[in-house]
């Protein structure tokens, strides 16, 4: 997972260097999964904690 989330902070500092609309918007949606994914371990991490 660090590997892709690296490639896309590359594709999207490409996207901006180049200028390139289509580079930005796939690097965004790449982000943007990546942040959702987190959110969502983190969220079934804290559900499945058994209470005492």
Request: proline share 2%; hydrophobic share 60%.
């Amino acid at each position: 997972m660090k590997i892709l989330f690296a490639l896309n902070l590359l594709i999207l500092i490409a996207a901006v260097i180049l200028g390139d609309i289509v580079f930005g918007a796939c690097a965004f949606i790449g982000l943007s999964g990546f942040a959702i994914d987190v959110l969502n371990r983190k969220v079934s991490s804290i559900t499945t904690v058994p209470t005492h």
